[in-house]
C-alpha cells in the first residue's frame, strides 16, 4: 500500500483553498491511501490515477484529480519505494505548469530531497552570464568550484551561481534554486566563511546514516520540508490541523537547538522575527518533559496575551494532558504574585507609569524641594534601584549608574534617596507596590525559600527588567538545563536595558542565533529593517547585536505605502485595501490592522465596518471563530501574525510619540533608548505581516520613513 507524505510548503496554500476543495482534497488523499500501486500507475482516464505530464523536466513528478477544477501534485517514486509525496494543489492549468517546470533531486551532502524550478533557472541563467562577462568580479568568484560542492551546491545549480553579479541578482533565484542550496548561498554572500556555513547550515541537516538511499529515505532525510503519514487517522489529522499548528513545524537549525540532549547551563537563543524563537521553545519545553523525572517547568514571557499564545501552541504540540499538567504557562509578574500570595495578602499592584504615580512622585519632588522632575526620579528608581534591588543608602551610594545620562554627586545621591524612600513608604501605607517591587519581594521569598522548578523556559526575553530576572534566577536552581532563553534585542519595545551576567545567569559558549525568517517575505523583511539601519542594538550579554545574515526564505510583493492629507483619506483608502484583501480570497480573520492609538484604531473599525467588512477589537480577545479583521495596538501584536496587516496612522505626531520619549534634558542616554525603543515598535508591527504589509499616515510621515 502506499505511504502519503506532504511537502509542507503545500499547509499553508491548503489553508486558503475553499471549504469544498478542501473536503476534495481529504476524500481524494483518502482515496489515495486505500489504492493500490498499480491501481495509482494505471492508464485508465477516470478515477483515481497518476497523470504523467507531458514535456516534464522530471518524469517522477505526476498530478491527480482533486475535482473538475483542481489537481494536485505528487512526487511518484520509481526505485521500488512507495513513498508519494504531494506537493501542490493547484487548478488545473496551473497545476500542469507548476509540474512541468521542477525537478526533484537528493543533495549530495545533506541526502534530502530539494525542488528547483529548471526551466526558469536555465531561462534566466544566460541572461546573466552576459551581465557577468562584463564586470570585473562575481558575488562568488571567492569560492572554488570544490568548496561549494562540499556544502552541497550541484552542477545544476552551479552554472548559474558562476553568473551571479551581486546580492539582488541571487535574490532572483530565491525561488528557483533549492531552499538548502539557496541557503548555503546565502550565507556565503553575507561574508560567512565556509566552515561557518558548513557548521550553521549544513551540519544540521545531514543525517546519522550518509548512506545514499531510496526516495523514501530521501524524504525522511528532509524533516523540516516534508510530513509522512502512516494511515486514515493520521491523514485526517494532518489536513483538519489548523494552520496554527504547522506554525509549530521545525526546521532543522531550530530542532538541533530545541532538542539538543543537554545543555550544561543556561542557553540562549536570539534572532529577528519570524526566526522560530517561540517555535524553539515551546518544543524545548515538549523535550524537557521527556527527560527522566517529574520535575516542574515554567514557560514564562513578558504579557498576558502571549502566555496565552504560548499555552495554546504547548497544547497543539504535547496531547498528554498528565505532562501538560507539569507546565505552568504564565508571565513573571503573575507568577511573582503567586509566590507572594504563599507568603500573605499581596498588596494592591499599581504601574509604574500610571497617573496617580506620576503624581506621586510630583508631590515628592515639590515637598523636598528637588531640581528633578517626576520623569527623572521615576527612571531612577526603575533603572537604578530596582533594577540592583537596592534598599539601603549605602548600597545606593556605591551603586553604579550606568546607563544613566545625568550624573549624581554623593550629596544629590543622598537626596535622591530620600525621595525614593519616601515613595516607597507612602505606598506602603497604602497598602500598594508596584509590579517591580512585587518583582523584587518574590525574588526573596524564592532565595529563602529555595526554587520551585527543574526547569524554566523563558520567551521575548529581551522586555524582562532585572528585577523580573531575579524571580526567574531564584525560581530554578543553577544546573544544567535550567534557563533556556529566547528573545530578540530588536524587537525589545520597551525600555529595559539588562545584563544577565550580572545577574548570575552565564550563557557563554551556551548562545546561538536563528538568521532565517519563515514569517515574513523578503521584500517586507528589507522594507522594516531599514527603520532600524544604523542604531545601536545591545543584546543581553553586554555585546553588540545585529541583523547581518537575517533572512527570508520567502517571496512576495513590495509593502504598499499609502499617504491620506486628512484622517478621512486614510481610512478610506485602508478600507479599500482590505475590502481588496478580501476581495481577492483572504479571510478576515487572517488580516489585522495595527495602530498606535485605540481611539484611532475604533475609527478604523468603522471605516471597515461602513464598506460591509467584518471587524472585530482584538484586545477583547476574540476567538478564533469569531469572524472579522483584527483591529489592536501596535504593541499588542508582539508574538502575532497575519496574512496581511496595515499598519496605519504612522505620522510624525504617532512616531516618535513625544509622551513615550524622555526629553534629551532630563536624561540625554534615555532620550536616546526610548527613541531607539519607539524605532523597535514599528519594526515589530510590519514584520507581523506574513505575505502582504500596507502601510499608511495622514500629514507628515514619521521621520523613520524621511531618514531612508
Known amino acids: 500500500m502506499p505511504r502519503l507524505a506532504f511537502e509542507t510548503g503545500f499547509f499553508e496554500e491548503y489553508e486558503r483553498l475553499e471549504k469544498p476543495v478542501k473536503r476534495n482534497v481529504r476524500e481524494a488523499m483518502a482515496e489515495f491511501q486505500r489504492r493500490s500501486i498499480t491501481d495509482l500507475y494505471g492508464q485508465a482516464k477516470t478515477g483515481l490515477h497518476l497523470e504523467k505530464v507531458v514535456s516534464a523536466k522530471d518524469p517522477r513528478i505526476r498530478t491527480i484529480r482533486i475535482n473538475d477544477n483542481y489537481r494536485g501534485v505528487v512526487l511518484a517514486p520509481d526505485d521500488g519505494s512507495e513513498t508519494f509525496t504531494l506537493l501542490k494543489v493547484l487548478p488545473h492549468d496551473k497545476a500542469y505548469d507548476w509540474a512541468r517546470k521542477r525537478k526533484i533531486t537528493v543533495n549530495s551532502v545533506t541526502l534530502g530531497l530539494e525542488i528547483r524550478n529548471v526551466e526558469a533557472i536555465e531561462e534566466l541563467t544566460p541572461v546573466f552570464q552576459q551581465a557577468a562577462a562584463k564586470v570585473p568580479e562575481l558575488l562568488f568568484a571567492g569560492f572554488s568550484d570544490t568548496v561549494l560542492r562540499d556544502l552541497g551546491i550541484d552542477d545544476g545549480v552551479l552554472t548559474a551561481v558562476r553568473a551571479i553579479i551581486d546580492k539582488p541578482q541571487l535574490n532572483a533565484f530565491a525561488k528557483l534554486f533549492p531552499e538548502d542550496q539557496f541557503e548555503v548561498l546565502q550565507f556565503l554572500a553575507e561574508g560567512f566563511t565556509p566552515d561557518e556555513v558548513w557548521r550553521e547550515v549544513v551540519t544540521v541537516r545531514r543525517p546519522a546514516d550518509l548512506e545514499p538511499a531510496d526516495l523514501a529515505t530521501a524524504i525522511a532525510n528532509t524533516?523540516?520540508?516534508?510530513?509522512?503519514?502512516?494511515?486514515?487517522?493520521?491523514?485526517?489529522?494532518?489536513?483538519?490541523?489548523?494552520?496554527?499548528?504547522?506554525?509549530?513545524?521545525?526546521?532543522?537549525?531550530?530542532?538541533?537547538?530545541?532538542?539538543?540532549?543537554?545543555?550544561?547551563?543556561?542557553?540562549?537563543?536570539?534572532?529577528?522575527?519570524?526566526?522560530?524563537?517561540?517555535?524553539?521553545?515551546?518544543?524545548?519545553?515538549?523535550?524537557?518533559?521527556?527527560?527522566?523525572?517529574?520535575?516542574?517547568?515554567?514557560?514564562?514571557?513578558?504579557?498576558?496575551?502571549?502566555?496565552?499564545?504560548?499555552?495554546?501552541?504547548?497544547?497543539?504540540?504535547?496531547?498528554?494532558?498528565?505532562?501538560?499538567?507539569?507546565?505552568?504557562?504564565?508571565?513573571v509578574n503573575a507568577f511573582a504574585r503567586q509566590v507572594v500570595a504563599d507568603h500573605g495578602p499581596v498588596p494592591t499592584l499599581v504601574s509604574d507609569g500610571d497617573y496617580n504615580t506620576r503624581r506621586r512622585w510630583q508631590k515628592i519632588a515639590r515637598k523636598f524641594g528637588l531640581t528633578w522632575n517626576e520623569q527623572f526620579l521615576a527612571l531612577e528608581f526603575r533603572h537604578v534601584v530596582l533594577a540592583q534591588g537596592i534598599s539601603s543608602l549605602e548600597d545606593y551610594l556605591r551603586a553604579p549608574r550606568d546607563g544613566r545620562g545625568t550624573a549624581l554627586r554623593s550629596g544629590q545621591r543622598t537626596q535622591m534617596w530620600r525621595a525614593i524612600a519616601e515613595f516607597e513608604s507612602e505606598l506602603q501605607a497604602a497598602g500598594k507596590r508596584t509590579y517591580l517591587q512585587l518583582c523584587g519581594d518574590a525574588a526573596e521569598l524564592l532565595a529563602t525559600d529555595g526554587p520551585r522548578y527543574r526547569h524554566v523556559v523563558v520567551d521575548e526575553a529581551q522586555d524582562l527588567h532585572p528585577a523580573q530576572w531575579r524571580v526567574l534566577r531564584n525560581a530554578v536552581a543553577e544546573g544544567p538545563n535550567d534557563l533556556f532563553i529566547t528573545g530578540d534585542p530588536h524587537q525589545r519595545i520597551y525600555d529595559t536595558r539588562v545584563s544577565l551576567r550580572s545577574l548570575g545567569i552565564n550563557v557563554s559558549g551556551r548562545s546561538s542565533r536563528l538568521r532565517i525568517n519563515y514569517r515574513s517575505t523578503q521584500e517586507i523583511l528589507t522594507w522594516a529593517s531599514a527603520i532600524l539601519t544604523g542604531e545601536r542594538i545591545e543584546d543581553l550579554n553586554d555585546s553588540l547585536d545585529t541583523l547581518a545574515g537575517y533572512r527570508s526564505a520567502l517571496r512576495g510583493q513590495l509593502p504598499d505605502i499609502s499617504a491620506g492629507a486628512t484622517e478621512t483619506e486614510e481610512l478610506e483608502a485602508l478600507a479599500l485595501k482590505v475590502?481588496?484583501?478580501?476581495?481577492?480570497?483572504?479571510?478576515?480573520?487572517?488580516?489585522?490592522?495595527?495602530?498606535?492609538?485605540?481611539?484611532?484604531?475604533?475609527?478604523?473599525?468603522?471605516?471597515?465596518?461602513?464598506?460591509?467588512?467584518?471587524?472585530?477589537?482584538?484586545?477583547?480577545?476574540?476567538?478564533?471563530?469569531?469572524?472579522?479583521?483584527?483591529?489592536?495596538?501596535?504593541?499588542?501584536?508582539?508574538?502575532?501574525?497575519?496574512?496581511?496587516?496595515?499598519?496605519?496612522?504612522?505620522?510624525?505626531?504617532?512616531?516618535?510619540?513625544?509622551?513615550?520619549?524622555?526629553?534629551?534634558?532630563?536624561?540625554?542616554?534615555?532620550?536616546?533608548?526610548?527613541?531607539?525603543?519607539?524605532?523597535?515598535?514599528?519594526?515589530?508591527?510590519?514584520?507581523?505581516?506574513?505575505?502582504?504589509?500596507?502601510?499608511?499616515?495622514?500629514?507628515?510621515?514619521?521621520p523613520f520613513f524621511r531618514q531612508r
Open 579 to 702: 475590502g481588496a484583501w478580501v476581495e481577492a480570497g483572504v479571510d478576515p480573520s487572517e488580516i489585522a490592522v495595527a495602530t498606535r492609538f485605540h481611539d484611532f484604531g475604533g475609527q478604523a473599525m468603522e471605516a471597515l465596518h461602513e464598506l460591509g467588512i467584518p471587524a472585530v477589537a482584538l484586545k477583547s480577545g476574540p476567538e478564533a471563530s469569531v469572524p472579522g479583521v483584527r483591529i489592536t495596538t501596535m504593541h499588542a501584536m508582539k508574538g502575532l501574525e497575519f496574512r496581511c496587516v496595515a499598519v496605519i496612522g504612522v505620522n510624525d505626531k504617532a512616531f516618535p510619540l513625544e509622551a513615550a520619549v524622555t526629553s534629551k534634558e532630563t536624561d540625554r542616554v534615555q532620550h536616546e533608548i526610548d527613541m531607539l525603543a519607539e524605532r523597535c515598535l514599528l519594526f515589530v508591527a510590519c514584520t507581523r505581516a506574513r505575505e502582504d504589509l500596507y502601510v499608511s499616515w495622514n500629514g507628515l510621515p514619521s
Open 223 to 331: 524533516p523540516s520540508r516534508i510530513a509522512v503519514v502512516s494511515n486514515e487517522s493520521e491523514l485526517e489529522d494532518i489536513l483538519t490541523k489548523p494552520f496554527s499548528a504547522w506554525r509549530i513545524f521545525l526546521h532543522p537549525a531550530q530542532r538541533r537547538l530545541a532538542y539538543r540532549p543537554s545543555y550544561s547551563g543556561a542557553a540562549q537563543v536570539s534572532g529577528g522575527p519570524g526566526t522560530g524563537k517561540t517555535v524553539v521553545a515551546i518544543h524545548r519545553v515538549k523535550h524537557l518533559l521527556s527527560l527522566p523525572g517529574d520535575g516542574r517547568i515554567l514557560l514564562t514571557t513578558f504579557t498576558n496575551a502571549l502566555a496565552a499564545s504560548l499555552r495554546e501552541a504547548l497544547s497543539l504540540l504535547v496531547d498528554d494532558p498528565d505532562l501538560l499538567k507539569r507546565v505552568d504557562v504564565t508571565t
